[in-house]
Every structure is written in structure tokens, then in C-alpha cells.
């Protein structure tokens, strides 16, 4: 693991990979280090942020050094079935890219546990990695101005969810009504890094 800087009161560790990331972030939730008040990962980084003023960024960084990390059954996970109809506009489009019938693409997509790898973008949007590659397919070269709220899209080797209606240049293969996020929840977020994902056709 490598360390370093995230500004004035946050640290960054660089991992090996997705599943490093998300054992670091377990750790560091379960060391629970007075003056933390944030762990957020990356695809293969760790982002820890602290409380300005209240923590020693270098003793911080070595405890963080030491500490071990969990086996991946260590911790508990959450697992998301979420109803999805596969009628996207770019559904043949993922289709003919891949070679495959837009049955088949739509049985490959449905298939797959995928694994939160992290929210960005927008408030609750889930990155999810686990994307049968035979159906990667890159971004749309020109973005829409407006993506629905729902939508599900591929872009890449990722797949997402839109939890808002936005701009947004990936491929929308189908929709779900699930709310991903409320800000009236708590959390406001149905999803969470490391959690599981299974999408089922309706």
C-alpha cells in the first residue's frame, strides 16, 4: 500500500485492486480512528478524511501502514435484487457491438453479482464491476442532455444506475424504478461500496 496526501486533512492509500480497497475501507471502519469522518474508496484507492486539526496525518499514516486487513468473508455484505426492464433505447446498439442477439445480451447483463466498487458521479450513482466483457461497449461519442431517472446503462466494462435524471453518455439498455436515493433516508443511499447487486429481468 502506498500513501500520500490528500490535501490538508486527508490521506490517499493506493491499493492492488477493487477488492484491496474495499478490505482497507472495512479496516479502517472497524479501527474507527478518532477524527475520521470519512473512508471513501476508489477502483484501487482509499480515500481517508479527517476532522481539520484533529489528527496527525503522520502518525495517521502509520498506523494505517500496520493494519491488517480482513478476509473478504470477514465482513457482511449486502446483497440488492433489483427488478429491471430491459427496453433502453441502446439496447441494440450493446447488441450488435457484441455481436449478440438483444436476448442474449439482455440474459449475459441479468446473469452477473455485480459488486459496488463505489458511488460517484452523482449523489447514489453505483459503479458496478463485474460486467460480462462480451458486452462492454464503450460511451456514446456525443452525451444525452438528458438521461432518465432509473435508467440503467453500460459503459465500458462498467455498469450503472441513474439515480437522477441528468446528462449522461453511457449505453441505456433498461430501466428500474427502485429509488437509489432519498434524501429523507437514512442513508440517503440505497447502495453502499461493497455492496452486492443482482438485477432481475421483469
Same mark, same amino acid.
Given at each position: 500500500?502506498r500513501?500520500r496526501?490528500?490535501?490538508d486533512?486527508?490521506?490517499?492509500?493506493?491499493?492492488a485492486d477493487?477488492?484491496?480497497?474495499?478490505? /482497507?475501507r472495512?479496516?479502517i471502519?472497524?479501527?474507527?480512528?478518532p477524527?475520521v469522518?470519512d473512508?471513501v474508496?476508489? @477502483?484501487?484507492?482509499?480515500?481517508?478524511v !479527517? +476532522?481539520?486539526?484533529s489528527?496527525? %496525518?503522520?502518525?495517521?499514516?502509520?498506523?494505517?501502514?500496520?493494519?491488517?486487513l *480482513?478476509?473478504?468473508?470477514?465482513?457482511?455484505?449486502?446483497?440488492?435484487?433489483? *427488478?429491471?426492464?430491459?427496453?433502453?433505447?441502446? %439496447?441494440?446498439?450493446v447488441?450488435? =457491438?457484441?455481436?449478440?442477439?438483444?436476448?442474449?445480451?439482455?440474459?449475459? =447483463? $441479468?446473469a452477473?453479482?455485480y459488486t459496488?466498487?463505489?458511488?460517484?458521479?452523482?449523489?447514489?450513482? *453505483?459503479? %458496478? $464491476?463485474? %460486467?460480462?466483457?462480451?458486452?462492454?461497449? *464503450?460511451?456514446?461519442?456525443?452525451p444525452?442532455? $438528458?438521461v432518465?431517472?432509473?435508467?440503467?446503462?453500460?459503459?465500458?466494462?462498467? !455498469?450503472?444506475?441513474?439515480?437522477?435524471?441528468?446528462?449522461?453518455? @453511457?449505453?441505456?439498455?433498461?430501466h !428500474?424504478?427502485?429509488?437509489?436515493?432519498?434524501v429523507t433516508?437514512t442513508?440517503?443511499?440505497?447502495?453502499?461500496?461493497?455492496? /452486492?447487486? +443482482?438485477?432481475?429481468v421483469v
Amino acid at each position: 500500500m502506498r500513501l500520500r496526501p490528500g490535501g490538508d486533512h486527508a490521506l490517499l492509500c493506493e491499493v492492488a485492486d477493487l477488492d484491496a480497497a474495499h478490505r /482497507l475501507r472495512a479496516a479502517i471502519a472497524e479501527a474507527a480512528y478518532p477524527g475520521v469522518i470519512d473512508v471513501v474508496p476508489g @477502483w484501487r484507492t482509499v480515500l481517508v478524511v !479527517t +476532522q481539520p486539526g484533529s489528527v496527525d %496525518l503522520a502518525a495517521l499514516a502509520r498506523h494505517l501502514s500496520d493494519l491488517a486487513l *480482513p478476509a473478504v468473508d470477514a465482513y457482511e455484505v449486502t446483497t440488492h435484487v433489483v *427488478p429491471v426492464h430491459y427496453d433502453g433505447p441502446d %439496447l441494440p446498439v450493446v447488441a450488435e =457491438h457484441s455481436g449478440l442477439s438483444v436476448e442474449e445480451v439482455v440474459r449475459r =447483463h $441479468a446473469a452477473v453479482t455485480y459488486t459496488v466498487a463505489f458511488l460517484g458521479f452523482q449523489p447514489g450513482f *453505483p459503479y %458496478l $464491476a463485474g %460486467l460480462d466483457v462480451s458486452i462492454a461497449t *464503450p460511451r456514446k461519442d456525443s452525451p444525452r442532455t $438528458a438521461v432518465p431517472t432509473g435508467a440503467v446503462g453500460i459503459a465500458g466494462d462498467v !455498469t450503472g444506475i441513474y439515480p437522477r435524471s441528468s446528462p449522461g453518455g @453511457w449505453q441505456l439498455i433498461g430501466h !428500474t424504478d427502485v429509488t437509489l436515493f432519498d434524501v429523507t433516508a437514512t442513508p440517503a443511499a440505497l447502495l453502499a461500496p461493497g455492496d /452486492l447487486v +443482482q438485477f432481475e429481468v421483469v
